[in-house]
Every structure is written in structure tokens, then in C-alpha cells.
């Protein structure tokens, strides 16, 4: 059984900052994609950023330069350090795990924290 834990989420002004980190935990085999996504109040859930385990990143085009995503494969943990935030950022953020075992793939997401940002 895999599991992912998500903590960080909070209230914070527009301009400020948050962490969110995400820790892996169960059969985890090979990690392939570590990641963040998130779903606003009435919105489809979207991509936030992703790592791959040879850490190449990938952002939405409205977080590039704010947000940062790292991860820790010993630990089997993924950060976003999330700068400027904006009210639009606010949302419940997903983590998301993706890894490979017997050439096939599995995917898997945390209960998702709250992240809100007020003007």
C-alpha cells in the first residue's frame, strides 16, 4: 500500500509564501514523476509542477517564476516552495506519485491540502 502525506497547506496575504511538502511511504519501486496539482472551487483540477526522479521539472505557465518544486528521492519526498501567491492560486493542492513496477505504471494521490491566499 502506497501512501503520500501532504503538509504546509495554510492562510497566507497575497505576496507571501508557503512550502508544501508531500512524503511517500508504502511499496514505492521506482518513482518516476513526483508532482503537484491543484483544484480550485468550481475549476477542473490542473497541473501545478512536476519533478521526474532525474529531476527535470515542468510548471503551468501561471506559477513559472513564483513556484519551485524539489524533491528528495532518498527520502521520497516532494517540496513546492510557492512565492508571490496570489488569491487565484487558492485552492486544494494534490500530490501526486507516479511509479513504475514490472513495466507498469501506478499513480497515486494524497488527500490534498488547503492553500488560501487573501487579498
Known amino acids: 500500500q502506497v501512501q503520500l502525506v501532504e503538509s504546509g497547506g495554510g492562510l497566507v496575504q497575497t505576496g507571501g509564501s508557503l512550502r508544501l511538502s508531500c512524503a511517500a511511504s508504502?511499496?514505492?519501486?521506482?518513482?518516476?514523476?513526483m508532482g503537484w496539482y491543484r483544484q480550485a472551487p468550481g475549476k477542473q483540477r490542473e497541473l501545478v509542477a512536476t519533478?521526474?526522479?532525474?529531476?527535470?521539472?515542468d510548471y503551468a505557465n501561471s506559477v513559472k517564476g513564483r513556484f519551485t518544486i524539489s524533491g528528495d528521492n532518498a527520502k521520497k519526498t516532494v517540496y513546492l516552495q510557492m512565492n508571490s501567491l496570489k488569491p487565484e492560486d487558492t485552492a486544494v493542492y494534490y500530490c501526486n506519485m507516479v511509479h513504475a513496477f514490472m513495466a507498469k505504471e501506478f499513480s497515486y494521490w494524497g488527500q490534498g491540502t488547503q492553500v488560501t491566499v487573501s487579498s
Open positions: 508504502g511499496s514505492i519501486f521506482r518513482i518516476k514523476t
Open positions: 519533478i521526474t526522479s532525474g529531476s527535470s521539472t
